[in-house]
Protein backbone atom coordinates (compact mmCIF):
# COMPACT_ATOMS: atom_id res chain seq x y z
CA UNK A 1 0.00 0.00 0.00
CA UNK A 2 1.49 3.33 -1.32
CA UNK A 3 0.76 7.07 -0.70
CA UNK A 4 0.56 9.22 -3.08
CA UNK A 5 2.77 12.30 -3.06
CA UNK A 6 0.96 15.56 -3.07
CA UNK A 7 2.11 18.14 -5.31
CA UNK A 8 5.53 20.31 -4.15
CA UNK A 9 6.32 24.21 -4.86
CA UNK A 10 8.87 23.04 -6.63
CA UNK A 11 6.88 20.39 -8.84
CA UNK A 12 4.55 23.39 -9.38
CA UNK A 13 7.00 25.94 -10.72
CA UNK A 14 8.42 23.08 -13.25
CA UNK A 15 4.61 22.30 -14.21
CA UNK A 16 3.57 23.82 -17.85
CA UNK A 17 -0.29 25.30 -18.03
CA UNK A 18 -2.34 22.44 -19.31
CA UNK A 19 -1.54 19.91 -17.14
CA UNK A 20 -4.13 18.04 -15.34
CA UNK A 21 -4.37 18.20 -11.54
CA UNK A 22 -6.46 16.54 -8.97
CA UNK A 23 -7.44 19.04 -6.23
CA UNK A 24 -9.56 17.70 -3.32
CA UNK A 25 -12.26 15.80 -5.62
CA UNK A 26 -12.24 17.70 -9.10
CA UNK A 27 -9.96 17.47 -11.58
CA UNK A 28 -8.19 20.95 -13.08
CA UNK A 29 -6.65 22.14 -15.51
CA UNK A 30 -3.39 23.98 -14.41
CA UNK A 31 -3.03 27.53 -15.86
CA UNK A 32 0.31 28.86 -14.09
CA UNK A 33 1.64 30.21 -11.09
CA UNK A 34 2.28 34.08 -10.21
CA UNK A 35 2.78 36.61 -7.13
CA UNK A 36 -0.22 38.86 -6.99
CA UNK A 37 -0.94 41.11 -3.91
CA UNK A 38 -3.86 39.40 -1.93
CA UNK A 39 -6.36 41.49 -0.24
CA UNK A 40 -4.17 43.31 2.14
CA UNK A 41 -2.12 44.58 -0.40
CA UNK A 42 1.02 41.67 0.18
CA UNK A 43 2.36 40.02 -2.03
CA UNK A 44 1.19 36.57 -2.21
CA UNK A 45 1.44 33.49 -4.40
CA UNK A 46 -1.60 32.36 -6.14
CA UNK A 47 -1.90 29.58 -8.55
CA UNK A 48 -4.39 29.72 -11.41
CA UNK A 49 -5.94 26.83 -12.91
CA UNK A 50 -9.60 26.27 -14.72
CA UNK A 51 -11.74 24.20 -13.33
CA UNK A 52 -14.23 21.50 -14.75
CA UNK A 53 -17.07 23.57 -14.99
CA UNK A 54 -14.36 25.90 -17.20
CA UNK A 55 -14.67 29.01 -14.78
CA UNK A 56 -11.22 30.31 -14.04
CA UNK A 57 -9.85 30.81 -10.32
CA UNK A 58 -7.23 31.03 -8.16
CA UNK A 59 -5.92 29.39 -5.18
CA UNK A 60 -3.07 30.49 -2.80
CA UNK A 61 -0.24 28.37 -3.15
CA UNK A 62 -0.18 26.57 0.56
CA UNK A 63 -3.85 25.08 0.02
CA UNK A 64 -2.79 23.71 -3.56
CA UNK A 65 0.05 22.25 -2.08
CA UNK A 66 -1.53 20.53 0.80
CA UNK A 67 -4.44 19.04 -1.14
CA UNK A 68 -3.29 18.78 -4.64
CA UNK A 69 -2.09 15.48 -6.61
CA UNK A 70 -0.98 14.97 -10.58
CA UNK A 71 -2.33 11.13 -9.55
CA UNK A 72 -6.01 11.79 -11.39
CA UNK A 73 -7.47 8.59 -9.92
CA UNK A 74 -6.56 9.42 -5.85
CA UNK A 75 -8.51 9.04 -3.47
CA UNK A 76 -7.80 10.22 0.47
CA UNK A 77 -8.68 7.91 3.34
CA UNK A 78 -11.52 9.53 5.59
CA UNK A 79 -9.61 9.12 8.41
CA UNK A 80 -6.02 9.98 8.03
CA UNK A 81 -6.06 11.92 4.61
CA UNK A 82 -3.60 10.30 2.53
CA UNK A 83 -4.09 9.70 -0.94
CA UNK A 84 -3.96 6.25 -2.19
CA UNK A 85 -4.66 4.60 -5.54
CA UNK A 86 -8.57 3.06 -5.50
CA UNK A 87 -7.35 -0.43 -4.90
CA UNK A 88 -5.48 0.36 -1.99
CA UNK A 89 -9.04 1.72 -0.32
CA UNK A 90 -11.76 0.30 1.34
CA UNK A 91 -15.46 1.22 1.61
CA UNK A 92 -17.18 0.74 4.92
CA UNK A 93 -20.28 1.59 6.56
CA UNK A 94 -20.39 3.43 9.46
CA UNK A 95 -23.07 3.42 11.85
CA UNK A 96 -23.95 6.84 13.43
CA UNK A 97 -26.66 7.78 15.85
CA UNK A 98 -29.71 6.82 13.34
CA UNK A 99 -28.47 5.68 10.48
CA UNK A 100 -25.29 4.50 8.78
CA UNK A 101 -22.76 5.93 5.93
CA UNK A 102 -20.29 4.37 3.86
CA UNK A 103 -16.58 6.04 3.91
CA UNK A 104 -13.85 5.26 2.37
CA UNK A 105 -10.90 4.36 4.54
CA UNK A 106 -7.31 2.49 4.14
CA UNK A 107 -7.49 -1.14 3.10
CA UNK A 108 -4.35 -1.83 5.93
CA UNK A 109 -4.34 -0.05 9.70
CA UNK A 110 -6.74 0.65 11.55
CA UNK A 111 -8.15 3.61 10.18
CA UNK A 112 -12.00 2.11 10.44
CA UNK A 113 -12.02 1.45 13.98
CA UNK A 114 -10.15 4.87 14.93
CA UNK A 115 -13.05 6.56 13.08
CA UNK A 116 -15.85 4.67 14.30
CA UNK A 117 -14.35 5.42 17.64
CA UNK A 118 -14.54 9.35 16.59
CA UNK A 119 -18.51 8.88 16.15
CA UNK A 120 -20.54 9.91 19.13
CA UNK A 121 -23.33 7.76 20.27
CA UNK A 122 -25.55 7.59 23.46
CA UNK A 123 -24.67 4.71 25.64
CA UNK A 124 -27.05 1.90 25.93
CA UNK A 125 -30.43 2.73 28.13
CA UNK A 126 -30.00 0.70 31.35
CA UNK A 127 -33.26 -1.16 32.38
CA UNK A 128 -34.58 0.68 35.78
CA UNK A 129 -36.60 -1.86 38.10
CA UNK A 130 -39.75 0.94 38.46
CA UNK A 131 -40.96 -1.51 41.53
CA UNK A 132 -40.18 -0.04 44.68
CA UNK A 133 -38.43 -2.69 46.86
CA UNK A 134 -41.64 -3.10 49.38
CA UNK A 135 -44.06 -3.84 46.46
CA UNK A 136 -42.49 -7.10 45.93
Request: aromatic fraction near 8%; charged fraction near 25%.
Given at each position: ??????????????????????????????????????????????????????????FDIGT??????????????????????????KKVSI?????????????EGNCV????????????????????????
Amino acid sequence: MKTIQKVSKERLAQMLPGALLKLGNQIVTFDGCNTEPDYKNRPAEFVHYTDSQGVQRRFDIGTVIQSATEHLDAEACDYCGKLRLPEDLKKVSIQFYKHSELHTFCHEGNCVALYQSTVGRPRASVTVNRRASWAK
